[in-house]
């Protein structure tokens, strides 16, 4: 069985200070960890994958994720929150010859000026 | 190139009627996925295409939900005798076959059933 957990609904950081978003992950096999990005009025947008590789990644705007199976957490970084940061985050999970993703229920990211 | 097209990208009906919800996929995508958003929720996966294959129907919640998929690109999802707990914002995403590949999300449609 699969299945992630988004450990906080919401996270408020002031701009240019760090960003964590927190992921724990479950999965019988080996994983395949994504996060996903949703602008307010926009579709999903894929920010970083981890498919066994290497175990740290680094996704698009300046977000990185670390795969840590010893914690089973695939937790998402940025080193300098920007406004345009702002957004519903998901942690997802797959693995080799599924066909669906799970998905957690998302974190809010506000961002204060 | 184009994105994944759904329509409409609203649509409000009245308890008991059907509706249907229309995906366009990526040209060249062969793996259609439907998902459903409820308020405050993550997504929920609902049916899977993959070419010419029988569908992955398993997370379909009840008989009223039904899909298909014509040639192989267009996907309609059909909900019949739509009740109140229906309304979600409904996701189509496309990609290459496989859970390894990114998924591309259409900007979904909001269902309301009043």
């Known amino acids: 069985a699969q299945s992630v957990t988004q450990l906080d609904s919401h996270v408020s950081v002031s701009e240019g200070t760090p960003v964590l978003l927190r992921c724990n992950y479950s999965?019988?096999?080996?994983?395949?960890l994504f996060w996903y990005v949703q602008h307010p009025n926009k579709g999903l947008q894929l920010l970083l994958k981890?498919?066994?590789?290497?175990?740290l990644v680094k996704g698009i705007n300046g977000f990185e994720a670390e795969f840590k199976k010893s914690e089973t957490s695939f937790h998402l970084t940025k080193p300098s929150a920007h406004m345009s940061d702002a957004a519903e985050y998901f942690c997802?999970?797959?693995?080799?010859?599924?066909?669906?993703?799970?998905f957690g229920t998302g974190t809010r990211l506000t961002v204060i000026p | 190139g184009a994105g994944v097209s759904q329509s409409p990208s609203n649509k409000v009906t009245e308890k008991g009627k059907d509706v249907e919800l229309r995906c366009d996929p990526i040209?060249?995508?062969?793996?259609l996925y439907w998902y459903r958003q409820s308020l405050g929720q993550g997504l929920e996966f609902l049916i899977y295409?993959?070419?010419?294959?029988?569908?992955?129907k398993s997370g379909l919640p009840s008989d009223r939900f039904s899909a298909e998929r014509t040639g192989g690109s267009v996907s309609t999802l059909t909900i019949q005798r739509t009740q109140q707990e229906d309304s979600a914002v409904y996701l189509c995403?496309?990609?290459?076959?496989?859970?390894?590949?990114?998924?591309?999300f259409g900007p979904g449609t909001r269902l309301t059933v009043t």
């Open positions: 995403a496309s990609s290459y076959p496989g859970g390894l590949y990114e998924q591309y």
């Open positions: 999965s019988s096999y080996s994983p395949s």
């Open positions: 981890y498919t066994s590789a290497a175990t």
């Open positions: 997802v999970v797959s693995q080799t010859g599924a066909n669906n993703l799970f």
């Open positions: 040209s060249g995508h062969t793996a």
């Open positions: 295409f993959q070419g010419n294959s029988a569908p992955d």
